[in-house]
């Protein structure tokens, strides 16, 4: 992908320097001299990297930090700051800014910074689901109203307030984000730092200075000292999202800062406090990643005191009518469109497919609908071929990856799959008469019953 960057300078000599550097790497670059211009340029221009100084007339660098976090809030903003302006740097850092670079700054520092934010906006594009506050039945911009979600809710509500450690699992794409921010917000820390990591856009050589920060002279390219999350996050909160990520010899360094609440920058030997709430997610299986050797057992428990679980969108299926109608309304706003609804057929369809990418696969699969869709509902016609196909008829499947999932695991996923599937179908056929069903499905009407505990399905409407 050919990202673009914004160079945001007052100095003409710097914004040529950076913009020949950086069409070497073989980035799209465009320029401002302020910040006036570089709102004009966002506006105009697909921008997935912001660099910018702070000092400059007009509009500032800070003000400008504020405009893009308000209005392109998956946009990383990377600020080049002088000697007297680094405390305002490391302040916006704690506001949500990217990283800082100081002046005058290694180049191998800058090419490093900017690929970590490329990587990082990938990430953040993919997952970004708007949050909406309290609309569409929602709490915490998390939308749904299944038994699955109500206990996430209360969850929340009871630990958001307090200091303990939360790990959230789940797969990719169930919103594992909003929650951590969710935890935030609704916390006495909510006016202090929200530190978010996501260690999965970070080359795992970086990770230990990342977090902990480092002193000039610590390794190549270290020309300036420079704080790690951990310091930036001080009595706020430290979101480490992607924590299977982090390398095994910086997680004895992790656990110590988790029981002591200190740590030395790398190359440093003063010792640092802090008071950090940390909240941790992953859609790995940290459990078989212990007895696989690659992650601490003892760090496992200290991070897992409050468990958090998001269910895949397969598993709270009522759910998906109020999501299609947010996206709708979202993508009507922003495609400048007027769709009314969208049909009960199509919407059956959906709810029957088997989401292998969860929320996010849901939002992307509703903004193409809305693009496409030429009437005034959206139909079972207008859907993509392999989410049309999954009902009714034989239920669609979606194989497991294969790879770190053992045989057996993948067979009693599919096989609880089909089931599950198979049970839907039927108990729609019947409109949800129990009796008929079983008989459809040639099994005895307890057994129905038993598996319609086990998939959730006893208070849905069909």
Same mark, same amino acid.
């Given at each position: 992908?050919?990202?673009? /960057? ?23 670059v ?6 006036? #211009? ?9 921008v ?19 405009f ?10 990377? /600020?080049?700051t ?6 305002s740097?490391?302040e916006a ?19 490093l ?20 506050g ?7 911009g998390?939308?749904?109203s299944?038994?699955e ?7 929340i ?16 794409g ?12 609704q ?15 970070i ?11 480092h ?13 790690g ?9 430290l979101?480490l999202d992607?924590?299977?990520e ?6 004895v360094?992790?656990?110590?800062v /988790? ?12 010792t ?18 212990c007895?696989?050797?690659s ?5 496992y ?5 409050v ?14 009518a109020?999501l ?15 769709l009314?609804?969208?049909d ?21 699969v509703?903004?193409r ?15 993509p ?19 770190g ?5 993948i067979?009693?996923?599919t096989t ?6 198979? /049970? ?22 307890k057994?129905? #019953? ?13």
């Amino acid at each position: 992908m050919n990202h673009a /960057i914004l160079v945001v300078d007052d100095e003409q000599n710097m914004r040529i320097v950076l913009q020949a550097m950086l069409q070497r790497e073989g980035y799209t670059v465009f320029t401002a001299e302020d910040g006036q #211009q570089a709102i004009e340029l966002l506006r105009s221009k697909p921008v997935q990297v912001v660099v910018s100084d702070l000092k400059m007339p007009r509009m500032d660098g800070m003000e400008l930090f504020h405009f893009v976090r308000n209005h392109y809030p998956v946009v990383p903003f990377i /600020i080049m700051t002088a000697h007297g302006t680094v405390d305002s740097a490391v302040e916006a850092l704690k506001l949500g800014a990217f990283d800082y670079i100081s002046k005058p700054f290694d180049k191998s520092e800058l090419k490093l910074a900017i690929e970590k934010a490329t990587r990082t906006f990938e990430l953040n594009a993919n997952s970004h689901v708007e949050r909406s506050g309290e609309i569409d039945g929602s709490r915490f911009g998390i939308i749904g109203s299944s038994r699955e979600i109500r206990r996430v809710f209360e969850v929340i509500d009871k630990v958001a307030d307090t200091p303990s450690t939360v790990l959230i699992t789940g797969e990719s794409g169930t919103g594992k984000e909003l929650v951590a921010t969710a935890l935030h917000e609704q916390s006495s820390r909510r006016e202090r730092p929200f530190i978010k990591v996501n260690l999965a856009a970070i080359p795992k050589t970086l990770i230990e200075s990342e977090l902990f920060g480092h002193e000039k002279g610590a390794f190549t390219g270290a020309i300036n000292s420079k704080p790690g999350r951990f310091e930036l996050a001080h009595n706020g909160t430290l979101f480490l999202d992607e924590i299977g990520e982090i390398p095994v010899e910086v997680q004895v360094k992790l656990l110590r800062v /988790i029981q002591e609440q200190e740590f030395e920058r790398v190359g440093g030997i003063k010792t640092y406090k802090v008071e950090v709430r940390l909240v941790a997610a992953t859609n790995r299986d940290l459990q078989k990643s212990c007895e696989e050797g690659s992650f601490r057992e003892d760090l496992y428990y200290r991070l897992n005191v409050v468990p958090i679980h998001l269910p895949p969108l397969r598993q709270r299926r009522e759910d998906i009518a109020m999501l299609t109608g947010h996206f709708l309304k979202k993508y009507n706003r922003k495609l400048s469109k007027n769709l009314k609804g969208i049909d009960d057929e199509a919407l059956a369809k959906l709810k029957t497919y088997h989401w292998p990418g969860n929320i996010r696969e849901l939002e992307n699969v509703m903004e193409r609908l809305v693009l496409f869709c030429d009437g005034d509902e959206i139909g079972a016609d207008d859907l993509p071929e392999g989410i049309s196909q999954g009902a009714p008829g034989t239920p669609h499947v979606n194989v497991m990856p294969v790879t770190g999932v053992g045989l057996k695991e993948i067979v009693r996923e599919t096989t609880a799959q089909v089931e599950r599937e198979l /049970i839907i179908q039927a108990l729609r056929e019947t409109k949800g008469n129990v009796t008929h069903a079983a008989q459809k499905l040639m099994i005895s009407r307890k057994s129905l #019953q038993n598996k319609m505990k086990e998939f959730d399905l006893r208070d849905t409407e069909f």
